[in-house]
Each structure stands twice: as C-alpha cells, then as structure tokens.
C-alpha cells in the first residue's frame, strides 16, 4: 500500500509551501521557482501559464515527484513528500499521479490497448478488469474502435487522447498535463482540453496542466499565472 506517513485532514490534493528549486549550472545560479505557496483542492481544473522559462515544468515536476525541491514542502494527499523513501515515491507516481506529456510518450511498440492497461498491468490488477477499463476509458475520451491499433498508426491528437486514457484509468489522484497542447494544432488542442474537462467532470478528476497557450488558459476554471518562479496571479472563474 502506500506508506506510513499520516494523512492531515484536508481536501487539498496538492499543497506547495514556499516551494523553492534552484539550478546550478555552469557556475550559474538559477531561482526557477520561489517560495511557491499553493493550494490545489479535489476537483479542481487548474491551468498553471507563464512564458517560456517561468517555471511551470519544474513546478509539474516538483508535484509529480520527478524532481526533487531545493526548498519548501510538497504534500500530496496530506502527505509530504519529503519524508518518502525511493520506494514510496515511485508507489506514489505509479498510484497517485498521472501523468501527460507535451510530447505522448506512447510506448511505440505497444497498442493503444496496451499503452493503457500498462499501470495496472503494473499494479497487478487482473486481466479482465484492466481490459474492462481500459475500453471503457479508451471509449470515453472518443477512441473506441481503434484500441488494436499502434500509436504510430494515429494523429497527434488522437495519441494524445490515448495519454489521457493512460492517465486516468487507475483513478489517481491528479493527473499533471505539462504543455499537453503543444504539439497540437488549435481544433486538436482545442478537442484535448474539451476531452480533459469532460473527464474532470464525470470522473471528478484533479487537474493540473500548464500552457503558454491563450486558448488553453480560456478552458481552465482556475488560471495561475507564473513569472519568474513566482505566482503571478490567481484567478477561479465561477460559471
Ligand atoms: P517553463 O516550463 O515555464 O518554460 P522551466 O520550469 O522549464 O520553465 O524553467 C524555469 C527556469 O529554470 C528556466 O530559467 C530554465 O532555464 C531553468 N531550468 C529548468 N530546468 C533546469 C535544469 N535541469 N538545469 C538548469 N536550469 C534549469
Ligand atoms: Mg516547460
């Protein structure tokens, strides 16, 4: 199971405290986010923006545990990173977290079926279950029909629907989406958020993606503007 650090009581997902990462590099010091103090709540569709270099990679980073903080405090569930071993942590990404990057990351020689049921495959759940729900899944973000197929065999968007699918199907906590859009022209990029929104909604999945991308941005209910490691702005729509 996961581990024995004890949850707090809180409908925080993700909780930064004066999150800090500092790079040194070639004798250069870079503050690529400072004392980040933010709060994600259960449900929520966030949007993190901010051009090039203002930190929104190393913030996704440093929530999805694939990066360690130079600084601050990370809790996911309530439970602070920091105080989890190798072990833990992988448990922690592999259960907890989904993950969507810019760029797929299908796995080329799997199908789409496949690329789907592989967490679970990993978390050893059962043939016909983790068959069960990858179609369900797979139908939901509007790819039934094509699960024999191999990622190269699909568009760019529809192989990023295939890494939404992948991302949700165990039920984790938060799915992090770093510049998912990026690679798509604006109708996919347009028809990934609408997919992402509808899984949030009907599956009440917790989402985070980050965008320089003014329609992307105009889909988030909550938009969190970064500039220069810092929180530039934090704006919830109510609609
Ligand atoms: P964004 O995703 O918003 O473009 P990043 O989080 O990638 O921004 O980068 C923030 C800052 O940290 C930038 O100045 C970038 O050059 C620097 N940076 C990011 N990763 C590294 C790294 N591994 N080593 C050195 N500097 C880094
Ligand atoms: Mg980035």
Request: without cysteine; proline residues 3%; negative net charge.
């Amino acid at each position: 199971m996961m581990n024995d650090t004890p949850a707090k009581e809180t409908s925080a997902v993700v909780e930064t405290e004066k999150l800090s990462r500092v790079f040194e590099l070639k004798g250069e010091t870079i503050h690529a986010l400072k004392e980040v103090d933010l709060i994600v709540k259960r449900g929520e569709f966030t949007a993190v923006a901010g051009p090039s270099g203002s930190g929104k990679s190393t913030l996704l980073n440093l929530i999805g545990a694939l990066d360690t903080p130079t600084g601050g405090a990370i809790r996911v569930e309530g439970r602070e990173l920091s105080g989890m071993n190798g072990t833990q942590l992988a448990e922690m990404r592999r259960d907890r977290i989904g993950f969507i990057f810019q760029s797929y990351n299908l796995i080329p020689v799997l199908t789409v079926l496949e690329n789907v049921e592989y967490v679970m495959l990993l978390q050893g759940v059962g043939d016909a279950e983790r068959r069960a729900r990858s179609l369900e899944v797979l139908e939901e973000v509007g790819l039934g029909g094509l699960e024999r197929r191999k990622p190269s065999e699909l568009s760019g968007g529809q192989q990023q629907r295939v890494a939404v699918a992948r991302a949700i199907v165990s039920g984790p906590s938060i799915v992090l989406a770093d510049e998912p859009t990026a690679n798509l022209d604006s109708a996919n990029g347009a028809s990934l958020l609408d997919t992402m929104a509808r899984m949030n909604k009907q599956r009440g999945v917790t989402f985070i993606f980050s965008t320089h991308d003014a329609m992307v941005m105009e889909r988030a209910r909550r938009l969190v503007r970064l500039h220069d490691g810092e929180i530039e702005s934090d704006e919830t729509r109510t609609a």
